[in-house]
């Protein structure tokens, strides 16, 4: 390959790739791509950084073609985050040839942390990168790039393939999020690239590989043990969560192999110890972690193994997992018995969750008989099983699932488990993946009140997306259970149905199949609401950060498709946020929005209401009307920083005035985890959420003291239970009332996450309308596999024939 050539970025047609690289230019067509240039196929900038397992910083690229492809001549080169005029470009020069299918590996700058050495690279730099945010690129010619936007490298032709990640100013579609000290972006095998980031790379384990086909922790070589050394696993493991051994090398471990993890780019194998020292609090399993590679290793394999003990955490505030990394082994027999796996079930998980100590429970000695967190530790990586398993979580874009060991704990009427404190985190649920070659044993699609009927089996392990999961070697047989997508009531004629629906960032280029399947809900299950409150609504050209903010396209198509589907002509009305303020998916501008079906119901429109225009409450010829509709409450207030603005409208239905304030907010991101490192976790999102709940309680008490007997409903993506102090702000002092306190706790649920069936959104309603309201859960998606949301939509009835009766709510 030429150095000259210009790459995958055909300099022609400049205009097509600055929309690939998130440009403004939304009309252009797409870049023009040359399937045999070579990509950027994994980015690292943790090396030797606190938790970090890997030495150095990398860059891997990869070669797509059927041949080799000559880097002579060429460079990889690294920009900050937020790249100035005068920001230096980092420039490696590169030579040789990346081979057919291949892999190209780019070291780059040592930190003063890590143990384990990358394999030895094709070409050494001496870049430092940072961890979580910046740009590398991929350049035909080793003279500095001049560019420092998006736009700017998209018509350099010299700039092959670039990578953002972070929040990266230069990326190509959307920067790849998740990089971390611990995690780097890849892409898959074939190095598939539509021209995204976020799209083609994912983050998880490092896994460099260079052109040998080589990568870091490979086993095997000539120091292998040979015979025992003077530790067990339990030694290793020892009696809290960290291993009293970590950072240090350790050899002669005995054991047998009882899984391996074959596939991915975290693989490895498990062994046990077949003897133990009784001691409940000490784990007699270990796992070997080999990178890429695949270990030739069997399960029944008598093994002695050397290697660093590391204590590998897979994200901020979660509990480190205790594994070998380096490691070399002997396998001194085969075909040896497993040793019997521990069953999980009601009477194994202590009721309690975990320590309420205050902080880090790293340090505390475990109480495996008293704290289900502590039983899960104790057990780590050893061989645990789980039979006629209820499904409590369905199965996920991951392919994996959540069971219970305890179905008697907090059972939901579709046979999930109901998070109804935050005392009762519920310590029966684990998470399943399956170690099994999906070509031959598909994972089940399951949905929660399914069985896994049988005996489930594996290793018990800890997940990177958090809490401790089962690596299935043996998957029960699934059994459904019948769950199945009901309607909800037919509206009287008498009434105002008001629906709050968050359809999970719709943008205007979405496939016409989501949108549709969107439509048949809300025509086949909700029977079209007069109103819908919509939240997470992206702009017409979704997560593509190109500066569009109007959304008129994403809501003209859902409002097609609903009539499509045989529903109402619905109308619609929204606020475009101004670019990037209201946070969610970087570049889709989510904002919430109305559906109105205008045979039904009148929306009173006032002008005025903008981004950054506070709606207020005036007099008006029926009394209380707003000085904006729609409007916005306190927008310019900091409890909204990066953060969804409430959107308020008036409606007029029978005769009514009815004002609904659709919300959405402050996400939950950034909390501690229910399983993590600190107990109790720290809620540090729920301040923000604390904050816009006292604004939207003041619009209420503005509204309420200019007229008592107005409708007023309250509803949205509150991200936060019907428990929590968020609800409690709303709903205290007699402000507002939440129907769902009327239901059976088994109901109160409109979201599964992590095996808890729980409920992030709400509709609450003025005390003057507690006796005039029914309400239910429209239970389409959180519970099923095949959701087009993560969340459940809710409906709301307003009778307006009668008044409240006195003292209800």
């Known amino acids: ?8 970025l055909i300099a022609s047609t400049s205009a097509a790739a600055a929309v690939l690289l998130g440009v403004g230019l939304a009309a252009a067509p797409p870049a023009l791509a040359d399937d045999a240039a070579p990509v950027i196929s994994e980015v690292y900038g943790g090396g030797g950084n606190s938790g970090a397992l890997l030495r150095h910083d990398f860059v891997e690229l990869g070669n797509p073609a059927g041949g080799p492809a000559d880097l002579d001549g060429w460079s990889v080169q690294y920009l900050p985050a937020a790249p100035g005029p005068s920001t230096r470009v980092q420039v490696t020069a590169l030579t040789g040839e990346i081979p057919a299918g291949g892999h190209h590996l780019v070291r780059q700058a040592a930190g003063a942390g890590g143990s384990v050495e990358l394999p030895a690279p094709d ?36 700039v092959v393939d670039v990578v953002g990640y972070g929040n990266a100013v230069v990326h190509a579609g959307s920067p790849v999020t998740g990089l971390s000290n611990t995690a780097s972006a890849s892409r898959d095998a074939a190095f598939t690239d539509t021209g995204d980031n976020a799209a083609d790379l994912t983050a998880g384990d490092p896994t460099p590989t260079n052109a040998a086909g080589e990568t870091a922790g490979d086993g095997g070589g000539p120091e292998e043990p040979v015979e025992p050394g003077d530790l067990r696993v339990h030694d290793v493991q020892g009696t809290t969560r960290t291993s009293p051994y970590a950072g240090r090398q350790v050899t002669g471990l005995p054991g ?41 290793v069997a399960p029944g394999d008598e093994v002695l193994v050397a290697g660093r003990v590391g204590e590998y955490r897979p994200a901020a505030g979660h509990q480190t997992t205790t594994q070998l990394d380096g490691a070399r082994w002997t396998v001194l027999s085969t075909g040896n018995a497993l040793p019997d796996s521990v069953l999980l079930d009601a009477d194994a998980l202590p009721e309690a969750y975990a320590p309420d100590h205050g902080g880090d429970v790293s340090g505390l000695e475990l109480e495996p008989d008293k704290y289900a967190l502590d039983f899960w530790a104790a057990h780590e990586h050893m061989t645990v099983r789980v039979e006629d398993a209820p499904v409590v979580g369905a199965t996920d874009g991951y392919h994996a699932l959540w069971v219970t060991t305890d179905p008697g704990q907090n059972p939901t009427v579709n046979g999930g488990t109901a998070y109804g404190s935050y005392d009762e985190p519920n310590s029966g649920r684990v998470k399943v993946e399956s170690l099994l070659d999906r070509a031959e044993h598909p994972f089940p699609e399951a949905n929660v009140g399914d069985t896994l009927a049988g005996v489930t089996e594996g290793p018990l392990h800890h997940s990177r997306f958090g809490g401790y999961l089962i690596r299935a070697t043996t998957l029960g047989e699934h059994v459904p259970g019948g769950l199945e997508r009901t309607p909800v009531r037919d509206t009287e004629r008498y009434e105002v149905s008001i629906a709050t629906y968050n359809v999970e960032n719709l943008g205007g280029r979405d496939d016409q199949a989501r949108f549709d399947a ?17 939240e997470e609504i992206q702009d017409d050209s979704g997560p593509v950060d190109d500066g569009t903010v109007d959304a008129g396209v994403t809501l003209d198509r859902l409002v097609e498709a609903v009539a499509a589907h045989g529903g109402p002509a619905y109308e619609w009305r929204q606020i475009s946020p101004e670019d990037k303020q209201d946070g969610g998916q970087p570049g889709g501008n989510i904002r ?35 000085s904006v509709s729609p409007g916005r409450i306190s927008p310019l207030d900091e409890a909204w920083d990066s953060s969804r603005k409430p959107l308020v409208g008036h409606f007029r239905a029978l005769n009514r005035d009815v004002y609904v304030v659709t919300n959405h907010f402050n996400s939950k991101v950034g909390d501690e985890p229910l399983h993590g490192v600190n107990q109790p976790p720290n809620r540090t999102s729920e301040a923000q959420r604390h904050a816009q709940a ?70 609450l309603v003025n005390r003057a309308l507690a006796g005039r309201v029914d309400y239910a859960v429209a239970r389409l998606n959180s519970e099923f596999h095949d959701q087009v949301s993560d969340h459940d939509p809710q409906v709301l009835w307003l009778d307006t024939r009668r008044s409240t009766p006195p003292g209800r709510g």
């Open 256 to 296: 047998v192999v009882t899984a391996v993890n074959a596939f991915g780019g975290a693989r490895g194998f498990w062994f046990q110890d077949t003897e133990g020292d009784g001691d409940p609090r000490t784990s007699e399993a270990l796992f070997v972690f080999t990178g890429s590679t695949t270990p030739a």
């Open 592 to 626: 919430n929005a109305f559906l109105f079906d205008p045979e039904r119901v009148e929306f009173v429109d006032r002008e005025g209401g903008d981004a950054t225009t506070a709606v207020e409450v005036v007099e008006g010829a029926r009394g209380a009307e707003l």
């Open 694 to 763: 006292e604004l939207v309680g003041a619009f209420a008490d503005e509204l309420l003291a200019a007229d008592p007997q107005a409708n007023l409903v309250v509803m949205g993506d509150l991200n936060d239970f019907q428990f929590s102090r968020t609800l409690e702000i709303l709903t205290g002092e007699d402000r507002l009332y939440n129907p769902m306190a009327d239901l059976p706790e088994g109901e109160r649920y409109n979201y599964v996450f992590d095996g808890n069936s729980q409920a992030l959104d709400h509709i």
């Open 1 to 8: 390959m030429s150095p000259t050539r210009p790459g995958r």
């Open 123 to 158: 070409t050494a730099g001496s870049t430092n990168m940072s961890a979580t945010a910046g740009t590398v690129l991929l350049v035909s010619g080793t003279e500095p790039v001049s560019c420092r936007t998006a736009a700017a490298c998209a018509q350099d032709g010299s």
């Open 518 to 534: 969107l439509a048949a809900g809300i025509v086949d299950h909700l029977d079209t609401p007069d109103i819908i409150g919509l």
